[in-house]
């Protein structure tokens, strides 16, 4: 049986290029605080995200969403939970990945090394190596909206920023 045909230029359509990715660094309530502070670019799919403008490279998903994210040592993401499964792979550096309602269990990943966290279990990760590293994340169809901790939410509103009815990052004034 012959194979799905597929012109080269509905294959561009499908591919990402490294160079080409849009990074953003506000796609998420928690990257106000500077210990959380990253880039992120979507790769496949409209995965969970709080800034509606950070598009993703190649918009059709089966399924999944792939997100790169790119942190310096020390920095990385705070507890959140997504209804998916969300899977980590180290691309450059060390992670610990964290999880747990209050973070209290942990795991080093090394390069290349891979963690997949169930749905709805609260999780966080931290670059652990100098300089800046990227981190994949693959996440399963619903990845959102995310869910924050109330300390989460708190620590944004005393800085002036809130969630609204869309799940986007917006200054309290709006």
Sequence with gaps: MPSNEFTQAQMRGRTARFKDLKFGEVACLDTLFPEHARKIAHVIGPAACEDPALCPAIPEAEDFHIVMICAEQGKGVS????????????????????????????????????????????????????????????????????????????????????????????????
């Excluded at 290349?112 to 990227?134: K, Q, Y």
């Excluded at 399963?140 to 920023?161: C, F, H, M, V």
């Design 79 to 174: 507890l959140h939970s997504h209804p998916c499964v969300e899977v980590f792979m180290s691309l450059s550096g060390e992670w610990t990945i964290y999880w747990g309602d209050e973070g209290e269990h942990k795991s080093r990943l090394g390069l290349h090394d891979t963690i997949s966290v169930p749905a709805g279990i609260m999780r966080g990760f931290t670059c652990d190596t100098e300089g800046e590293h990227l981190l994949l994340a693959i996440n399963g169809e619903n990845s959102g909206p995310i869910e924050w901790p109330a300390k989460t939410l708190e620590d944004a509103k005393r800085q002036g920023y809130k969630l609204n009815a869309e799940e986007f990052v917006t200054p309290i004034s709006d």
